[in-house]
C-alpha cells in the first residue's frame, strides 16, 4: 500500500515558478514509477511528466517541455515538480500517481495509486 500527499501548489504570476512535492508513504515507493498529472475544469486528466522509478527515465508532455523538471528522492520517499515559466493554461489541479511496475504510461488508468491533488493557479 502507498499514500500519497502533494503540496507546494498555490498562486504564481505567470513566468514565476512553483516547486510541487509528492511524498509517499510505503517501504516500496523506490519502486514504483511516478506520474504527474493535471486536470483543468471541464477537461479530462492528462499527464504532465512522468519519472521512472530510478529514476534514469523521464518522460514529458510537450506543453512543458523545457519549463518542467521532474526529481525523485528515494530516500525521502519524494517526487518533485520543477515548475519554471508558468502560464495561464498551466492553471489545474495537479495529481501525483505511481505504477507499481515502475514505468509512467500517460494513460492515467494504468497507476494504482492517487494522491489527493494541489491546486496551481496561474494569473495573467
Known amino acids: 500500500q502507498v499514500q500519497l500527499v502533494e503540496s507546494g501548489g498555490g498562486l504564481v504570476q505567470a513566468g514565476g515558478s512553483l516547486r510541487l512535492s509528492c511524498a509517499a508513504s510505503?517501504?516500496?515507493?523506490?519502486?514504483?514509477?511516478v506520474g504527474w498529472f493535471r486536470q483543468a475544469p471541464g477537461q479530462e486528466r492528462e499527464f504532465v511528466v512522468g519519472?521512472?522509478?530510478?529514476?534514469?527515465?523521464?518522460y514529458y508532455a510537450d506543453s512543458v517541455k523545457g519549463r518542467f523538471t521532474i526529481s525523485r528522492d528515494n530516500a525521502k520517499n519524494t517526487v518533485y515538480l520543477q515548475m519554471n515559466s508558468t502560464k495561464p493554461e498551466d492553471t489545474a489541479v495537479y495529481y501525483c500517481?505511481?505504477?507499481?511496475?515502475?514505468?509512467?504510461?500517460?494513460?492515467?488508468?494504468?497507476?494504482?495509486?492517487w494522491g489527493q491533488g494541489t491546486q496551481v493557479t496561474v494569473s495573467s
Open positions: 500517481a505511481a505504477n507499481r511496475d515502475g514505468t509512467t504510461p500517460i494513460d492515467p488508468y494504468r497507476y494504482d495509486y
Open positions: 519519472i521512472w522509478w530510478n529514476g534514469g527515465n523521464t
Open positions: 510505503g517501504r516500496t515507493f523506490s519502486t514504483y514509477g
